[in-house]
């Protein structure tokens, strides 16, 4: 009886398949355009940058200018960097990428006359 009970139960058991069903593993970049619109101080006039949000940097901005009272646009083109913000009511101040560098130490060196590098542009609006 106990015999027939094992052989039952041996019978009556599956086993996993062997065989591997292969998963797809796939990583999807879904990029997606950003459209920001950033007035002065005096709200006279209109930064509209658009870019793609990859996550990716340096980012490619695409920047117009608009006179608000007008309409007219007042400058556009492209910028590759960071960021792009105003400095005053007149001039944008775009921030270049800066990757991994090696900052000297301006304590100790002889260049300590010199100030560091800006890693900004300025764009003036005219």
């Known amino acids: 009886m106990l015999c027939s009970l094992f052989l039952s139960f041996f019978l009556s058991c599956k086993s996993k398949s062997l065989h591997k069903i292969e998963e797809e593993n796939k990583i999807i970049f879904k990029e997606r355009e950003v459209v920001k619109e950033i007035y002065n101080q005096k709200k006279t006039l209109l930064l509209i940058l658009k870019h793609n949000a990859d996550g990716n940097l340096p980012i490619t901005f ?13 400058k556009e083109g492209v910028f590759i960097g960071s960021k792009i913000e105003w400095q005053d009511n007149t001039s944008l101040k775009c921030f270049a990428h800066v990757g991994m560098i090696r900052k000297e130490d301006y304590n100790f060196s002889e260049k300590t006359k010199k100030k560091p590098s800006t890693n900004y542009t300025i764009i003036e609006i005219k």
Do not use: L, N, P, W
């Open 62 to 74: 695409h920047y117009k200018v608009i006179d608000v009272k007008t309409k007219k646009e007042k």
